[in-house]
């Protein structure tokens, strides 16, 4: 059983050694070997590797990978002629030299980030104090970022390198802060109102216009259609009295027949009308010579 015993605890003293002497650097990351505080090593290929156990040497690990920094403060900045924009921005960039980092930035990507974060608001903040805003928003826009990006390269490989890579900077937003936002809209706003009541004006006496040109060729249509009609109606009677007249000329007993006959209809056309007549008057002739009674009734 001792010697049983004896195996096991030392085979867990050498998986503990192994522990502490193995460790494996991934591909997205580089291993900084230390050894007393000191950098000892850098691997930069991934796999399997040796080192001394704690606390003769430790070792940690770098992000290698393309990182993304964005804007997180809306701290307004002032344009070529004072006015105040708020910006958004993002930055790409890598840990090319970990040495150098850990040396000169910190221990991890967060302290290169705080860094990085001042030294690219402060680009962006002088120059975007020497351009417009129709600069900001335009094509030249292009060249702001390439001034930005040329400025931070110049910061961080200066004197004391970071050891980092600035690969891409670019302005994702500009715009003016909230208050001046607010006033732009409603400048907008009452713009877009006036435009809109001038044309509503517009078209309003446009309608009257067209309205009482429209009731001026009525007029003149109905003038025009009632003069034809009556013009019509004349030459339709004058040829009516022509043809009453020829045929009156060939039999005047019958012309006095027909007139006698209109006189009634236009007598006798109610009722309720009275009329008291002498029989032996010339207005009942017709009705005489129609072998009618002699005495004609009365209404």
């Known amino acids: 059983m001792n010697r049983i015993g004896f195996i096991a605890t030392s085979i867990l003293v050498l998986l503990v050694l192994a522990s502490s002497t193995l460790f494996v650097v991934d591909q997205r990351q580089f291993g900084v070997v230390y050894a007393l505080g000191q950098i000892k090593q850098v691997i930069t290929e991934p796999g399997l590797n040796f080192k001394l156990p704690p606390p003769f040497q430790n070792v940690s690990y770098i992000d290698k990978r393309l990182l993304t920094l964005s804007s997180v403060d809306t701290e ?46 402060n680009a962006f903040q002088e120059n975007i104090n020497k351009r417009t805003v129709r600069d900001l928003i335009s094509v ?54 006036r435009v809109a009541n001038e044309l509503r004006s517009t078209g309003t006496a446009e309608g009257e216009k067209i309205r009482a040109d429209a009731d001026r060729q009525r007029e003149v249509i109905v003038a025009n259609a009632y003069r034809d009609a009556q013009k019509i109606k004349g030459e339709g009677d004058a040829q009516a009295a022509a043809a009453y007249s020829e045929a009156f000329g060939r039999d005047p007993q019958f012309a006095q027949f027909y007139r006698s006959l209109e006189a009634y209809k236009q007598s006798f056309n109610k009722k309720s009308d009275v009329m008291v007549l002498d029989p032996s008057s010339d207005f009942f002739r017709a009705m005489h010579g129609s072998g009618s009674t002699t005495n004609a009734p009365r209404r």
């Not at 344009?79 to 221990?107: F, H």
């Not at 040329?150 to 600035?166: F, H, I, M, T």
């Open 140 to 193: 030249r826009r292009e060249a702001l970022m390439a001034d930005v990006q040329r400025e931070v390269l110049s910061v961080v490989k200066g004197a004391k390198p970071w050891g980092v890579d600035v690969v891409d900077v670019r302005i994702t937003r500009v715009d003016y802060v909230e208050a001046i936002t607010e006033s732009v809209y409603r400048r907008m706003e009452a713009e877009r109102k």
């Open 76 to 121: 307004p900045m002032l344009t070529a002629e004072k006015q105040r924009v708020v910006i958004d921005w993002y930055v790409r960039w890598r840990i090319s030299d970990p040495q150098a980092y850990i040396r000169n930035v910190g221990l991890d990507e967060n302290a290169g980030a705080m860094q990085l974060n001042r030294v690219v608001r």
